[in-house]
Nanobody
Framework: QVQLVESGGGLVQPGGSLRLSCVVS????????MGWYRQAPGRQREWVGD???????DYVNSVKGRFTISRDTAKNTIYLQMNNLGPEDTAVYYC???????WGQGTQVTVSS
């Protein structure tokens, strides 16, 4: 059974940085395209970005230049490096595996002074 477990969320001041991790366990892992999504209170879940098996990344316009997705195949882990965070980035962030449409449990990111 494949599981996705996110970590790294927390409270950060505006302008700060966080790095989220998503560890994939189980028989389907690093060869799948992966994505990050987020859901703010009262809003629909939105796509943040994704990374293909070849390492190509794409991002929603609002995070381009601030967020970076990477993957460590040996560790079955993908990362979301978030820089210059603002209050608008406050949300629960979810890791997603496109193969099998699997989701992690989410990790809360709060940007506030």
């Amino acid at each position: 059974q494949v599981q996705l477990v996110e970590s790294g969320g927390g409270l950060v001041q505006p302008g700060g940085s966080l790095r989220l991790s998503c560890v994939v366990s189980g028989s389907i892992s690093s060869m799948s395209a992966m994505g990050w999504y987020r859901q703010a209170p009262g809003r629909q879940r939105e796509w943040v970005g994704d990374i293909t098996t070849g390492g190509t990344t794409d991002y929603v316009n609002s995070v381009k230049g601030r967020f970076t997705i990477s993957r460590d195949t040996a560790k079955n882990t993908i990362y979301l490096q978030m820089n210059n965070l603002g209050p608008e980035d406050t949300a629960v962030y979810y890791c997603h595996m496109f193969a099998g449409s699997l989701w992690g449990q989410g990790t809360q990111v709060t940007v506030s002074s």
